[in-house]
């Protein structure tokens, strides 16, 4: 059997879940200028939030995944109110925000960890519950369709929401330059505040549909993070567009990369590519 | 009536006092050159007046307002100020129009994702750059015009606030002498509409052309004030300038 349509469909489905994170990532890192580590933990929150509200609570699936989504919204939004915003006004500088973001992730990634253990969970109820279609010989399950569904509603929806809305064009400004966003009468606070939300929702998100494709646990997180943040740096950092692009090309080299290989070497080819950007485009694709 | 005043504001960094006890006023309605050599703290002055900078003495009065001891940046609109940089600032990656339109959005939210009056905000937008000759790039991106047309632009994004004050540094810098004639019509056609323009320059023959009231500084400190001919006459001022 001819096994490059289905690799060439592992590749599409990792490059989809890689942009939801690496499109939101870009979406905060543009308007903050920091590398938001709790990004990585909203996708947990998110996963968990729907194994709590429709494993336990037995609610409806679309009911957990909309709370799940609102939860992991709501948490970036109060890091930022609360951690952030306070840390920008004096002025820390980026290493105490990166550092500030490193313990609040340690601590939500441990809170996870506490309240629903460090087990592997599932949000499907049982093996072989999903539908499976087969596009050009390559077979793919319901949640892959929608994490690609995903990816693209998403990325398009972002671009046209920063390109064509006035509060998007604010969001656009504050990115360029926070400082005189403030002078000309832009909220800058509020601004980043919902994007927080809106980045953090997307991460949990992200973290609900990998979760429904494979499994849960605390730490996942942290993987998700690192790839998004390569796909982010490979497609261009804080650009929206970049960051699907880059992911795209992560999803396709990773998943190519190991036709003839381990797939243990997975994790080092995302970083070799990583590597490779950083010493000869380290602007990325689209050059940001 | 002073529109815009200063107490005895000082302004450190670290050890090195860059404005020293300054109290000026500025006059409603007129245009205000300030002028001094490198280094006396003019553009120190316009960061601190438009809460780019803190400052650590003194107080800052706006419209007959109270005395502010802090000012922040996002609340210089609502004291009716608005500035221009030394070293241009645009939202780069934002078209000519976006600059502008950015500056026109409705502040809350909800009303800036579905607010209309779209053909209204346009129509603002194309009066302003128009003034400036920039409306035939409303298209490009800002990064992509050229420095004079930077200049222009940020000019223009000053005009769409539509303050009462406005504090520009250095405007004629780098522009060619037909940009020059344009940023010159502005600024007078600024105060026929009853607005202060603050202005920093160096070329004292528009200083003389356009200001009512000149004020000299040096080494953060107030040398001179006054009508432009008599001040820039001055033997401390010009020493300030060309040394003893």
Redesign the interface.
Known sequence: MDIIPQIIANSIIAGSVYTLIAVSFNLIYGATKFFNITHGVMTAIGAYAVFFFGKQMGLSVWVAVLIGVLIAGMIGWLLDRFIYRPLREKKASQLALLVASLGAFTVLQALIAIIFTSRFQTLTHGVGVQKTFEIAGGIITQTQVLIVIAALVVTAGLMFFLKC???G??V??V???N??S???????D?IIG?IFFIGSAIAGLAGILVGFDTAIEPTMGLVLLLKGVIAAIVGGIGSIYGGAIGALLLGFVENFGIIKIASEWKDAIAFGLLILFLIFRPRGIVRT | MSILETKKLTKRFDGVVAINGLSIGIEAETITGIVGPNGSGKTTLINVL???LPFENGSVRVNNAENLRVI???N???YGI??T?QNI??????TVL?NI???L???N?FS??F?RHTAYRLKQAEDVLRAVNLWEKRNDLAINLSYGQRKLLEIA?ALA?QSDIFLLDEPFAGLFPEMVKTVSGIIKDLKDHRKTVVLIEHNMNLIRELCDHVIVMDGGVLLSQGVPERVLAEKKVIEAYLGK
Request: hydrophobic share 40%; glycine share 4%.
């Open positions: 809305t006035r509060f064009k604010a656009r400004a990115s360029d330059d400082e005189v403030k002078i000309i009468g832009i909220n800058t509020r919902i | 438009s809460g780019m922040r940046p996002r210089i609109p609502l608005t500035r940089f600032r645009l939202f780069e990656q934002m976006d339109m950015v500056v959005t409705k502040r939210v800036a994702l607010e994004r606030m």
